[in-house]
């Protein structure tokens, strides 16, 4: 989808070094996997093979890999990836030691194949991925380091990194301006579960780098998951409308809050939490260009043993880079917070 950003982005950049200054930034560029560009080849049965290289940067104690390759059919009309095709997966744990580059080959299937075979994948002209979906954007790899360093999955530390086909993603070289390493802490004395969700123009599916719906899984007490996310200011790029939000809200709380919660019913408070996010967040925009309207996702949070839950809306202010929430709803255990002071990509979750 068209990469052309908005003025409205432009008029902070000079707030960039002061926003990034207040991260810690070497030790993120140090932990974050990298993934270096992708090259995608074909094999003597024609078949595809994604080629994706991975750095991992291993801590004491255990050191879990997975790396994740995808394919889709398209993207709709908001540029997000959609039509999975085929997704495949390598596991792998890396000892303690010094930094570490995997090579690894994905072949794909034929039904795989032909999409980007039809798409021009092969052809040498791939496209203008500024004014068109190319064939670049329908592949993607993303990495999931898991680092646990006691064994018992206390402090556990997750880092998230995607790419796709044009992109590869080093470090914080991708974020300049418009994106952040976001990082959810638990702060919390149980093992709290979490989804996460792009709303309205933020990119995901690895394009630019950024994968707001990686952002999943169970976080022990004093763990916590990081991800590369970036905000969508295309010109080009449908936003979405008011009702449109409220309606993804509304499903992707049911969908992930019934899996979260191992299937218990929950649409009783989905309703209202929905509607108060709708009243908090939005201003009753029409569709328009992404470079009007606000880069939203969501985050939900569920004890999976008392069914505590608590869901919040955030904005990335691109420039800073900073995460501000817009509206937070819970059934008054624990809470999704503001990012602290002096750490404006982090979000809490906190106790009551």
């Given amino acids: 989808m068209p990469r052309l950003r908005a003025p409205r982005r432009l008029l902070v950049a000079g707030l960039a070094v002061a926003g990034t200054a207040a991260l810690p930034a070497s030790a993120l560029a140090e932990a974050e996997p990298q993934i270096a560009p992708l090259t995608l080849t074909r094999a003597a049965d024609g078949r595809a093979v994604i080629h994706a290289a991975v750095t991992i940067s291993p801590s ?17 009309e908001h540029g997000h990836p959609s039509g999975l095709v085929q997704e495949l997966r390598r596991r792998f744990e890396v000892p303690d030691g010094p930094r570490t580059t995997r090579r690894l080959r994905f072949r794909l299937s034929r039904a795989a194949t032909r999409v980007l075979v039809r798409a021009g994948a092969f052809t040498g002209d791939h496209g203008d991925r500024y004014r068109q979906v190319t064939p670049r954007e ?4 993303t990495v999931r380091h898991v680092r646990d360093r006691t064994g018992d999955g206390t402090a556990e530390e997750t880092q998230i990194a995607s790419a796709d086909g044009w992109v590869g ?5 991708t974020a300049a301006l418009h994106g952040a390493v976001l990082t959810i802490e638990n702060r919390t004395d ?11 123009c933020m990119y995901d599916g690895g394009e630019e780098g950024s ?11 004093g763990a916590s998951i990081s991800a590369y996310i970036e905000d969508n200011a295309s010109l080009f790029t449908a936003g979405t409308t008011a009702l449109e939000i409220q309606k993804t809200i509304n499903d992707w709380m049911k969908r992930q809050g ?5 299937g218990i019913e929950i649409a009783g408070w989905v309703g209202w939490a929905a509607d108060a996010f709708f009243k908090a967040t939005l201003t009753g925009w029409v569709t328009a260009s992404c470079a009007l309207t606000e880069s939203l996702f969501g985050v939900l949070a ?4 008392t069914h505590d839950w608590a869901a919040a809306v955030y904005r990335v202010q691109g420039g800073d880079p900073t ?18 002071a002096g750490f404006r990509t982090t979000v809490a979750i906190a106790p009551r």
């Fill in 323 to 340: 995460i501000v929430r817009k509206a937070e709803a819970d059934s008054g255990a624990f809470s999704l917070g503001w990012p602290p």
């Fill in 258 to 262: 019934a899996q979260l919660n191992r």
């Fill in 190 to 200: 149980r093992s709290v579960a979490i989804a996460s969700t792009p709303l309205n």
């Fill in 302 to 305: 569920v004890d999976r043993d």
């Fill in 211 to 221: 994968h707001v719906s990686e952002l999943i899984g169970t976080l022990a007490p």
């Fill in 60 to 76: 004491p104690g255990r050191n879990e890999v997975t790396v994740t390759a995808r394919v889709y059919r398209g993207e709709n």
């Fill in 138 to 141: 329908l592949y993607a790899v």
């Fill in 169 to 173: 993603r080093t470090g914080r070289a």
